[in-house]
């Protein structure tokens, strides 16, 4: 089946400093790719939609400069947290849809993301 | 994309059957619904997904009523591993649709006691 990796799985980082989330689609080539943020004990929240090549579009009230989404080939998109808050400390789960397929959206293991 | 409601939390023994339920009163015509289970700390995993007629595969079994209004996703031997979130979602199937995404609700807090 298709497998989306994300990389680091965790990741703890000092406040002020920026840290960047890698997700890969690694077996098959992913044109659209998604990016999610789930708090504790909340549902995940759509952040935003990468398209290959283009710039990404944000759901409303997500900072689009303090997430910075690239998405550079079709086979990965990177997610950085620019001046990384405690606020921002979350899960971070990546979907990427499949381009070759039935255009589904596979997900991601996530990143536990701990700022301190 | 139609809304859905589900009960918050639920709870089966393991070894008899799940039924976890979802309302979608406001369903298109052209939405399918969609299970998926978020296990703690993992990835959404999908389940299962149908349009109108039940649909079962190796995980579940999915119950649409004739409406379209509510269905039913059935595990049918629960196990202590079947613990985890369940997000009923509607949706146009991305095959029919660029524009589609998934969004989830806030699901069912599925606990299997031994």
């Known amino acids: 089946g298709a497998v989306v990796s994300q990389h680091p799985s965790r990741v703890i980082c000092k406040s002020g400093t920026s840290v960047k989330i890698e997700c890969r689609s690694l077996?098959?080539?992913?044109?659209?790719m998604f990016w999610y943020r789930q708090f504790p004990k909340q549902s995940l929240m759509l952040m935003a939609t990468?398209?290959?090549?283009?710039?990404?579009?944000?759901e409303q009230g997500v900072e689009k400069d303090k997430f910075l989404i690239n998405h550079a080939s079709l086979t990965l998109s990177t997610l950085t947290v620019t001046s990384a808050h405690p606020e921002d400390s979350s899960f971070y789960i990546c979907?990427?849809?499949?381009?070759?397929?039935?255009?589904?959206?596979?997900f991601g293991p996530g990143t536990r993301l701990t700022v301190t | 994309d139609a809304k859905t409601t589900q009960p918050p939390s639920m709870d089966c023994a393991e070894g008899r059957a799940a039924n976890l339920p979802c309302n979608h009163s406001?369903?298109?015509?052209?939405?399918?619904v969609y299970w998926y289970r978020q296990i703690h700390s993992q990835g959404p995993q999908y389940i299962i997904h149908?349009?109108?007629n039940n649909e079962t595969n190796e995980m579940a079994s999915l119950i649409i009523t004739e409406d379209r209004k509510s269905s039913t996703l059935i595990l049918p031997h629960a196990t202590l591993r079947d613990t985890a979130v369940y997000y009923c979602?509607?949706?146009?199937?991305?095959?029919?649709?660029?524009?589609?995404?998934?969004?989830f609700g806030s699901g069912t807090r599925l606990s299997i006691r031994p």
């Open positions: 979907s990427a849809r499949d381009a070759g397929g039935l255009y589904e959206q596979y």
């Open positions: 077996d098959f080539q992913a044109t659209t």
């Open positions: 990468s398209n290959e090549g283009s710039k990404a579009t944000y």
């Open positions: 406001t369903i298109s015509g052209n939405e399918y």
């Open positions: 149908g349009l109108k």
């Open positions: 979602i509607v949706r146009v199937p991305p095959l029919r649709s660029s524009a589609s995404k998934i969004i």
